[in-house]
């Protein structure tokens, strides 16, 4: 009973979770080429240099070369039933390098960059080509992570990342189940050539955790900062999408063409069933889209759908949309999902439904059709600019002419709205007088234009014989002689002398003097009043003259007037 029992939660934690193992690829290994400057391994015709700054190199191979060069203070490991071996003859296998071999690998490798690990099933099994997101790549809170045997290894763990999670640590055989274990081996001296750890140590956990939820577990490493840090190693080599605007599913480093679900899981979602719902409904009929199906730090799911140009993942995305709806109104057994969000990229029209290869973009006709205005406004501006210094007018086209407003239909019942004249200008005929003058304005936009070619200049009208009479001027001591009151060519005179008014017991003084009417007209009914009261001085004395020059006042010498005296 006890061993059914065992069995029956063996089988239950295989279809809880995906046993991943993360392994790292890079080494120190004297047989990698890619760790030396010549790109290939050492052979009998090179002298070998191996810097103070190298990590430990291990041997693993036989070789033979010319001479060695160590390092003062350094580590070179020699493999079981390797040999090394040095000779002075020339050797017709090695090619001719040019200069010395030196060993390149001399930096350590980052944890964070996703290109360092490769994921597989078993712990030595080959790398699996299933598509993941960007930051699932590098080790999570849920993988065993493995640095296999008979390698040499130079990590960088100086990256102060909070979060740093591993399921379980194997290096060179070795294992360690927590993070005190693993610092122990950091301590010492192949820990400490084998990993760069910052000032303040590091950050990497290892907690020996396992998923057994149904509905998956979050690998964890879409949190902000990792998902930064691990970005910023795959950023510099993404691809240019090819679609006309691309989407960025969250947990990927480089814009992509197709779609991404966020999806909300339900009561009773089982991550298993809903990747082989999927499988057998979409991604075994299209084989060219990348599908990824993902649990996200929140316990939510991501689903996403790439390929080429989006073209054909972003119909997969409507289908599975549409599959979702038809899920929703049954009752939502089959995905057991609450609810979705779908973003699309937007594609390229197909090669199809282009009119050619060589068509232009709108973009670029639009900058054909102003840079075609622009010319031909400078082109006119240049012939304005000629025409003008030849002939001292600009060649302009004719003003359009307006409708009359007589001719327009209902104009004349509105009040006080005037029609165009009758006559046109210029016209000759019976000169017109101030009886025939039309009180309407003419204007000249509703016209002739000075602009047109057929319009002339018309003289003004002089007219002749006509003297302005001049006031005249008396020399004499009689003053100034207002042509107001003066005698007219008919003998009448314009105005009335002020003193002919009959407004009797009229009072006039100014300043205290009386001023009385003269040429010797005897003041009539009431004229006389009361005498005004003048200060000692100089009087103000009548000139007779009156007739010609109306009421003057001569500012002469007379004797001082005495005060109520009478003039």
Known sequence: MAKATLFCVYILFLAYSEAIYKRWLPNTDFGNPQNWNAKRTPCGNDIVIIGDDSPVVYVQINTTMKELVLPSSGELILGRNATLAFTSRSSDD?????????????EPKS???????????????????????DVDKVPCKYDDVVFPR??????????????????SLKISGSTFS???????FLNQTDGKRMFRVGKNGHTLEVLRKVCNVK???????????????????VEGSCNRPRCAKSIMPPGMCCRMCGAY?????GYGFDLDNFKSSLNKEFFQKQKDVTSIVAVMTGNWLQLVLTDSNGENSSKMAQSIKEDFNKDFTAGGHKYAIDHYQLFLATIEPSPHNRKSSSSLSGGSIAGIVFGVLIFLIVIALIVGVFTFRRTGRPNLPNLPRMPALHSVPGLNRIPGLRGRRATPRGDSGTPRTAAHVDPGFANPMYDNSPLDDDFTMREMDVVANIKEEQP?????KKGFQNPLFSKSKTGSKAFKEPSKVDTPGDEATSSGVAVTPTSGASPGPGAHGKAGKGKKGKALTPVADAEASGMILDFSDTDA????STI
């Open 94 to 106: 090695c090619p001719d390098f040019g200069g010395d071999i030196e060993f390149t690998a001399t």
């Open 215 to 233: 509905g998956g577990c979050a690998c964890g490493n879409d949190i902000p900062e990792l998902t930064k840090k691990i970005c910023s190693f």
């Open 150 to 167: 008979y390698h040499g290894y130079f990590v960088d763990l100086s990256q102060n990342v909070p979060d740093m999670t591993v399921k």
């Open 178 to 184: 927590s993070k005190k274990s693993f610092d122990n």
């Open 111 to 133: 944890w964070l960059n996703a290109k360092n690990w490769c994921s597989a099933t078993t712990e030595r099994g080959a790398c699996d080509t299933a598509a993941r997101l």
């Open 561 to 564: 007037l005495n005060t109520d």
């Open 472 to 476: 005249t001027f008396d020399t004499s």
């Open 261 to 265: 679900f966020n999806i909300t899981k």
